[in-house]
């Protein structure tokens, strides 16, 4: 077969096979057509495959708890500060005075962590020496007690410039910077004491008579005279006082504040001459007189300093009350002032408005004394404090 023949023949079986591909010559009738295959249903997008939960990160590995360091070897405690008092010559448990004082800085010391501590001046040579002796052992207050130790006190704070000194019942009449001058308008005190004696008296006559003739003795009678003056003003009484004269400006004096005998003397005395109630202003010297009284029913006795009733219990059913001076209260403020850094010298004055002046309740008389007098006193108490009524010093005597 020649290469052409070849070729026709290829062509016509390559015609046939595609004719047959395509059914052949005889169509058959249509099959219906298959419903029409539903679309497949939309493959569900797969659902989004949930992130993988995060793996919690592995908690924080807890930073150790830190060591306690070792609970501090308490750094040394600060220095205790040191309170020192130099006693006046009634020495530190004379029930008066000193002895207020002394309270006053035991507790003052005990709520400061400080230390108190005090030396008893047996005579008026032993001031100096006394001072002295805190000065060299580095006390951070020296408490002087007293008018009488006015001079040593003030030298001492001159030739020490960098200590600090409390005096009580004594103010200098130059500035002197360390020395905070304590001084107590104890007139106030005694002006209602004098009211209050005024109003209770049976016998129309009261006493009062001092150590030694100084302004802090002299303060207290001056005020006595005083209240029982307005007391005779507004009842229209005449009520007496023996052993003190204002216009005078003197009285009776012991010449001093430890001789007991001379104070129950001296009580007596003011007793036979017909005075019911009696307040000295001695110190000691008044537990003589709280003697003479007790031995002496009907007769009643006014406290000073401190409450009778409490500090001299044994005397306690004969005191009426007494006058307040409240000493305890100026060494703790004036040590409080030193442990916070607020000292400042200077004068400083204690009065019923401030609170370190005052009147003792009248405890086992309390039932004796009439309303009336009660409100008296309360009303002239709150007159003086607002300035209403004037009570004279032994200074500011005319």
């Given at each position: 077969m020649t290469k052409r023949l070849y070729s026709i023949v290829a062509i016509v079986l390559i015609s046939a096979f595609v004719l047959t591909s395509c059914g052949g010559a005889a169509t058959p009738a249509p099959t219906?057509?298959?419903?029409?295959?539903?679309?497949?249903?939309?493959?569900?997008?797969?659902?989004?495959?949930?992130?993988?939960?995060?793996?919690?990160?592995?908690?924080?590995?807890?930073?150790?708890?830190?060591?306690?360091?070792?609970?501090?070897t308490q750094a040394p405690a600060a220095a205790k500060g040191k309170v020192c008092e130099v006693t006046d010559t009634g020495g530190v448990d004379d029930k008066s005075f000193n002895q207020t004082a002394w309270v006053g800085a035991q507790d003052i010391a005990k709520k400061l962590g400080w230390e108190a501590t005090y030396l008893e001046s047996k005579q008026q040579t032993d001031y100096e020496k006394n001072i002295n002796e805190f000065i060299k052992s580095k006390c951070d207050l020296i408490v002087t007690v007293g008018f009488l130790l006015?001079?040593?006190?003030?030298?001492?704070?001159?030739?020490?410039?960098?200590?600090?000194?409390?005096?009580?019942?004594?103010?200098?009449?130059e500035p002197v910077n360390n020395v905070w001058q304590q001084v107590y308008a104890t007139q106030e005190g005694a002006f209602l004491t004098g009211y209050a004696a005024a109003a209770m008296t049976k016998t129309g006559k009261v006493g009062?008579?001092?150590g030694i003739n100084i302004p802090p003795v002299a303060d207290f009678m001056v005020g006595f005279q005083e209240g029982i003056e307005y007391?005779?003003?507004?009842?229209?009484?005449?009520?007496?006082?023996?052993?003190?004269?204002?216009?005078?400006?003197?009285?009776?004096?012991?010449?001093d504040f430890n001789d007991q005998d001379k104070g129950k003397q001296f009580?007596?005395?003011?007793?036979?001459?017909?005075?019911?109630?009696?307040?000295?202003?001695?110190?000691?010297?008044?537990?003589?007189?709280?003697?003479?009284?007790k031995e002496n029913p009907g007769t009643m006795i006014i406290g000073v300093d401190t409450d009778w009733f409490v500090s001299a219990p044994e005397y306690k059913d004969i005191v009426?009350?007494?006058?307040?001076?409240?000493?305890?209260?100026?060494?703790?403020?004036?040590?409080?002032?030193?442990?916070d850094g607020k000292y400042e010298g200077g004068v400083k004055v204690a009065t019923l408005a401030n609170g370190e002046i005052g009147m003792a309740p009248f405890h086992n008389f309390d039932a004796q004394v009439p309303q009336k007098v009660k409100d008296g006193l309360k009303k002239v108490t709150q007159d003086i404090i607002d300035g209403k009524v004037k009570v004279n010093s032994f200074s500011t005597l005319k």
């Open positions: 219906q057509a298959p419903a029409p295959t539903q679309a497949p249903e939309a493959t569900k997008a797969p659902e989004p495959t949930k992130a993988p939960e995060p793996t919690k990160a592995p908690e924080p590995t807890k930073a150790p708890e830190p060591t306690k360091a070792p609970e501090a006015g001079d040593a006190t003030l030298a001492a704070a001159k030739a020490n410039p960098d200590q600090k000194f409390q005096i009580l019942d004594n103010a200098f009449s009062t008579f001092g007391y005779n003003k507004e009842n229209g009484t005449k009520v007496q006082l023996l052993g003190w004269d204002n216009a005078k400006k003197d009285g009776l004096f012991t010449g009580g007596q005395n003011l007793i036979d001459e017909g005075a019911d109630i009696i307040m000295p202003v001695a110190g000691p010297v008044g537990l003589g007189t709280a003697a003479a009284v009426l009350t007494s006058v307040l001076k409240h000493l305890e209260l100026s060494v703790q403020t004036a040590t409080q002032a030193v442990a």
